[in-house]
């Protein structure tokens, strides 16, 4: 029992179960600062079957509920079994590889210290139960330790005192004999296992509000690579009030070979992107793992992703991102930058809070060039008019930031093929046609001029003029490949600016006259 050995290492002078209880509580949990409703919802994910795509998460914010609000999130998955129990009571005890789900380390659900004093959890038997009838219980509060003492030390009135100094509460589970009435509710909508935090003060609770605001930001969506839910519904109730906010995915199959699927993803409002998903090449997996193990980054259970490991690409089908954004399944933070203004999913090694990535480790190496190989496919499949998707989607997957830009040009070649000498720009004439990046005249004039019009070189048989139409934030990016071909990095695509001389000599008197 944690209690007994706790003060038995005391009587001995060893301090054990304070050195957890500090690696825990200060160490460990600040490390997920603002990331503990993150984390509640990967847990929640990681309870689904894999490959399902119907899973249930609903997450609940009650303000109103207690003195300080609680925060709910419940799952329709797997019941909490054994295995599970001794993991949230362990410290990087994880029943998970780091191939059976996002999260593996067996330490995250310690971050909701942070908004709770004493967290709850609540489970089912099996499927058919009707109530909670599993594991249910919650981890001590202060009070719990008076009674613990009493049990395995009657006769040290100091033992009390002792076990709150150096036991973590996250060591001591409770029994929870009556189930909040709160709680009931969520087995009669069918789900199985919910989380309860009572919040701890009013500081946490506007913490959890902050997060829930982050998670409903519709530029960095987090369902968009959670596979095995089908739908998160989020409630933020204040006095009485509050309408779940519900998010789905669509799936539409646009393509799919081996190692390679490119699909059409239908999110909240209606968000449409295009998604290329690679598998990581199994030698070149085992390779880089290995490499990690034998330098000390990754450990060995991470052998196991080599034969599964997928990366993924989701650019905007309409209007193009400001910027883009990492994630391991769910959003990393702002840093470090993503090479492709759209989201890029990968199973990263990255730092504990998965905020952050070493980008300089073998591993993350290979996912990168991974998906510059994913687009670089699936440029090809659209010049062999194979696979057919909106124009902005094409540019965004072939505009990496310059730093970056080396990875696609060497999957290219990998292809056979030049990067400069696809065609994925849209030009003005013949509608629905493409040029190369070598080839292509960005028009950078004034749109009223009456004779000299982008049109006008368009139609006189110049068919390299890309469409004025494109978005201003990708004609942008192209010319940013233009002032990293002048570093000497790239090839170019020639930019037209007004009058310039360079466009005239590709047309004749006859042809210009003919283009007014």
Known sequence: MEAEGCLADLKRGRRAALEIKEVTERMLSPEYKGRVLVELLQNAHDAHPARDGVGRVEIV???????????????????????????????????????????????????????????????????????????????????????LAHQVAPDHPEAPGQLRANLSSLKVPVPVDDVPAAVVPFRRRGLVTVVRLP??????????????????????????????????????????????????????????????????????????????????????????????????????????????????????????????????????????????????????????????????THWNDLLLDTAAEACARAAVLVDEGRVTMPAGALVDLMCWDHDQMRRLELAFKTQGREFAEVPFMPVLHPAGARTSYRHGYLWHGPDRARVFTPQAVAASGVREVIDTGLHPLRADRLVALGAARALGLLPHASVLAGWAESVVSHLSEKEFDAGR
């Not at 129990?85 to 029943?95: N, Q, V």
């Not at 519904?233 to 393509?255: A, C, E, M, N």
Request: glycine share 10%.
């Open 61 to 147: 914010l009650d303000e109103d509920e207690g003195e300080h609000g609680v925060l709910y999130v419940a799952n329709g998955g797997r019941p909490l079994g054994y295995k599970n129990f001794e993991a949230l009571c362990s410290i990087g005890l994880s029943s998970k590889r780091p191939d059976e789900g996002i999260g593996h380390k067996g330490i995250g659900f310690k971050s909701v210290l942070q908004l709770t004093a004493a967290p709850e959890l609540y489970s089912v038997v099996g499927a058919s139960a009707k109530t909670f009838d599993g594991f249910c219980f919650r981890f001590a509060r202060d009070e719990d330790f008076d009674w």
């Open 199 to 360: 919040l701890r003060n009013a500081e946490a609770r506007q913490e959890a509000v902050r997060q829930l605001r982050e998670l409903a930001d519709d530029g960095v969506p987090f369902e968009l690579f959670l596979n095995r839910l089908g739908k998160v519904s989020v409630t933020h109730r204040v006095g009485g009030r509050g309408r779940p906010s519900v998010y789905t995915r669509k799936i539409d199959l646009l393509f799919a070979s081996r190692g390679l699927k490119i699909q059409k993803i239908t999110l909240r409002r209606r968000t449409r992107l295009i998604m290329v998903t690679a598998a990581v090449d199994r030698e070149r997996a085992h390779e880089a793992i290995a490499t990690g193990v034998e330098s000390g980054p990754l450990t060995d259970d991470w052998h196991a992703l080599g034969e599964s490991a997928v990366v993924s690409v989701a650019v905007p089908a309409g209007e193009p991102l400001e910027r883009g954004r990492l994630y391991t399944f769910l959003p990393m933070g702002a840093q470090p930058t993503c090479p492709v203004r759209g989201f890029l999913n990968a199973p990263f090694h990255t730092d504990v809070s998965r905020r952050t990535m070493a980008e300089s």
